[in-house]
């Protein structure tokens, strides 16, 4: 995929969270939801690529949030979790937003969050120095995948729990 493929791609993606978000205004934070694990591959090979990073880190920071319908401010994170149930999952990366005024303490591992960064304290080779710091962070956490027995960076899927019928 080239660069505008990708930016497009990106796009849609964050449409979709503003959707979640949207979908209601009493949320917190929101985890981008996605039905296909094909979207959550491609999702996580589009955040591990530099442009895709640095088209981020420049639409989304301190100075320029996420908003909502309601014109409430999301800060938007670039996070890791475990993608499935048990503890040897796989790694993936994801898209969280919470409202800027609260501060959560996420189990998961955040390489890059809005709200703690601004494009406008660095110069153009900061900015890049970020991006490769940020991209070699994600390396570094998606590389150690199946070596973290944690349950840290482990989002459990929702289970369908069974109805026991009770005998009188």
């Known amino acids: 995929m080239n660069k505008k493929q990708n930016k497009t791609i990106i796009i849609t993606y ?11 205004p009493s949320l917190k934070y929101v985890l981008l939801r996605l039905n296909k694990p094909g979207d959550v591959d491609e999702l996580n090979d589009l955040l591990q690529q530099p442009n895709t990073i640095n088209y981020i880190f420049m639409n989304y920071h301190q100075e320029k949030s996420m ?8 800060s938007l ?5 475990k993608y499935g149930r048990q503890k040897d999952s796989p790694r993936k990366l994801g898209l969280l937003a919470y409202k800027s005024e609260y501060l959560i ?7 890059y969050d809005s ?3 601004n494009k406008y304290d660095y110069t153009a080779d900061g900015k890049k120095a970020v991006i490769q710091y940020i991209k070699a962070s994600i390396d570094n956490y998606l590389r150690n995948s199946t070596n973290y027995n944690s349950t ?3 989002i459990k899927p929702e289970v369908k729990s069974k109805k026991v019928k009770s005998k009188k």
Do not use: P
């Open 14 to 24: 964050l449409e979709l969270l503003r959707k979640q978000i949207n979908e209601d």
């Open 67 to 74: 908003t909502d319908d309601n014109k409430d401010k999301w």
């Open 77 to 81: 994170c670039i996070t890791g979790f």
């Open 105 to 111: 303490n996420f189990k998961t591992m955040v390489f």
């Open 115 to 117: 709200n703690n960064i």
């Open 152 to 154: 840290v960076n482990y």
